[in-house]
């Protein structure tokens, strides 16, 4: 290999490849955590050292340019090496010390965890957590996480999962909504009633699928993606939503809806990378969150 020909640093590949992903140098600084300047410049010492333009700038916007389209796919091999590298380095570490990532939905962010941080605090004070409260699925194998607790079981094949248990969730609303709106004596009559969904009704309603539930897109009144508004909604008297009987049991003016109904079960998976797990810190912490988490 002719080393002498390299003429780039990978940070300048790197910048390129962000660039091209999100789309604006702006977007690419705030995803590195760089300076839109700095940021720019990295771009321009690619192109010069390649002696190509990678980007056509017309006003805000950048669009790549033939080569740009051309080197992107090399890039991008260059960057899931880059992160291989990361991965495999990141797994050797038998360093105590240091931060995990903990990737989980808001609502098990705020109602369940905190007790849990509270143990992991005094098993490993030297590390820091860092909690990523999404109801969307991180992607472990691009770094989002170290560990995610998630409802569905992952199926990329370079992670290591565990299944801790199924949850259970019920349908509930504040004594307030059920005093104004009557309290359903059937499954029926919810066809009468105001919900709260954390996705669009359409998409919502395919949870429901197998059910006998009268439920229509009409009785959605409400949606967000956020489980904790949608929550504080409820408590507000907007509707009936769906929860985890866990958490909806610190709130006494919640009313199960139809108790007697059965309820939904809601498996609770951890996971992490398996380059991952062979690091003893995170070790550690994957093999806390299941044991307190079961």
Not at 74 to 98: F, P, T
Not at 206 to 217: A, G, K, M, N, Y
Not at 272 to 286: A, D, M, V, Y
């Given at each position: ?32 955590g760089l300076t839109q300047p700095t940021l720019g410049r990295q771009v321009a010492a690619l ?34 090496a880059a992160n291989r590298i990361s991965l495999v380095a990141s797994g050797q570490s038998q360093e105590i ?198």
């Amino acid at each position: 290999m002719k080393w002498q020909s390299i003429s780039f640093d990978w940070n300048q590949a790197r910048a390129f490849l962000v660039t091209a992903q999100e789309g604006s140098l702006s977007a690419a600084a705030r995803a590195l955590g760089l300076t839109q300047p700095t940021l720019g410049r990295q771009v321009a010492a690619l192109e010069e050292a390649l002696g190509v333009t990678l980007f056509e700038r017309t006003g805000r916007s950048l669009i790549l340019t033939k080569a740009g389209k051309e080197l992107l796919d090399h890039v991008k091999s260059m960057g899931e090496a880059a992160n291989r590298i990361s991965l495999v380095a990141s797994g050797q570490s038998q360093e105590i010390d240091g931060t995990v990532c903990i990737s989980a939905s808001d609502t098990m962010s705020a109602y369940i965890l905190p007790p849990i941080l509270q143990e992991l605090r005094s098993i490993a004070p030297g590390i820091s957590i860092e909690i990523i409260a999404t109801n969307a699925v991180s992607n472990l194998q691009q770094r989002e996480a170290d560990i995610a607790i998630r409802h569905v079981r992952p199926e990329q094949p370079d992670l290591t999962a565990r299944l801790l248990r199924e949850s259970k969730a019920r349908f509930y609303a504040s004594k307030s909504y059920l005093h104004r709106k009557g309290r359903p004596q059937s499954s029926n009559e919810l066809k009468h009633h105001e919900f709260i969904g954390f996705e669009q009704p359409d998409k919502f309603l395919r949870h429901f699928s197998e059910t006998d539930l009268p439920l229509e897109e009409k009785n959605f009144k409400l949606t967000t993606q956020s489980g904790l508004v949608g929550w504080q909604l409820a408590r507000s008297g907007l509707g009936i939503i769906i929860m985890l009987e866990e958490i909806a049991e610190k709130f006494p003016e919640m009313e199960q809806v139809l108790p007697e109904a059965e309820p939904f079960d809601v498996p609770i998976w951890l996971a992490t990378h398996r380059e991952l797990h062979t690091s003893k810190r995170i070790r550690l912490i994957f093999d806390s969150l299941a044991k307190f988490l079961k």
